[in-house]
């Protein structure tokens, strides 16, 4: 993948952890077009977060996203069991394509 | 509310074309404020992107399967649809039809449609 994420992340109930996703592209330079994605087993993904920061209607507060540099983050405070899933990063890449990163399987201890 | 269903064939033998279909329900391809797109997915694999359509008919594909894709509003504007030519084992994946917002961000997505390919 043109986005590199970590492979898996864990966390305690509770616990705060962040996902990296490096190698994003800026368009203009004042924001990223990164979205997140949270994937449950056997499911379609959801839209979590858009922009690079913007939550998705009805996304819990928990979940952040910022970025810095060409590397975007998403965090999530206060894990929660139902938050076990696997995490996408995407980007709009300036030969008009979306890139996904590999996926960070989150797991809750 | 938008809803969006995949349709097509579970197994395509090498060599020969995939076609799937998604049909859009609770909304409509008016407008350039959405695109629509095909994502897939491998076994235990990631996500990747195939091409998109925007309302007009202007199409932008993955520079991996350029020549082999072709994606397509169908005139009756209640669907669209997926074209892969020449498919290998590797094109064996679930394939989702999805909605972009402007911004790129996938907010509405099909459930799956799981595809083998294989003689």
């Known amino acids: 993948s043109a986005l590199t994420q970590p492979a898996s992340v864990s966390g305690s109930p509770g616990q705060s952890i962040t996902i990296s996703c490096s190698g994003t592209?800026?368009?203009?330079?004042?924001?990223?077009?990164v979205s997140w994605y949270q994937q449950h087993s056997g499911k379609a993904p959801k839209l979590m977060i858009s922009?690079?920061?913007r939550r998705s209607s009805g996304v819990s507060d928990r979940f952040s996203g910022s970025s810095s540099g060409d590397t975007a983050s998403l965090t999530i405070s206060g894990l929660q069991a139902e938050d076990e899933a696997e995490y996408f990063c995407?980007?709009?890449?300036?030969?008009?394509?979306?890139?996904f990163g590999g996926g960070t399987k989150v797991t809750v201890l | 509310q938008v809803q969006l269903q995949e349709s097509g064939p579970g197994l395509v033998k090498p060599s020969e074309t995939l076609s799937l279909n998604c049909t859009v329900s609770?909304?409509?391809?008016?407008?350039?404020?959405?695109?629509w797109s095909w994502v897939r997915q491998s076994a235990g694999k990631g996500l990747e992107w195939i091409g998109r359509?925007?309302?007009?008919?202007?199409?932008s594909y993955h520079p991996s399967l350029r020549g082999r894709v072709t994606i397509s509003l169908d005139s009756s504007r209640t669907h669209f649809s997926l074209r892969l030519t020449s498919v290998t084992a590797a094109d064996t994946a679930i394939y989702f039809c999805?909605?972009?917002?402007?911004?790129?961000?996938?907010?509405?997505w099909g459930p799956g449609n799981a595809v083998t390919v294989s003689s």
């Open positions: 999805t909605r972009s917002t402007f911004v790129h961000a996938i907010d509405v």
């Open positions: 609770g909304g409509s391809f008016s407008g350039d404020s959405h695109y």
């Open positions: 359509v925007y309302a007009s008919g202007i199409t």
């Open positions: 592209s800026s368009v203009d330079g004042s924001y990223k077009l």
């Open positions: 922009e690079g920061s």
């Open positions: 995407c980007s709009y890449m300036d030969v008009s394509t979306l890139v």
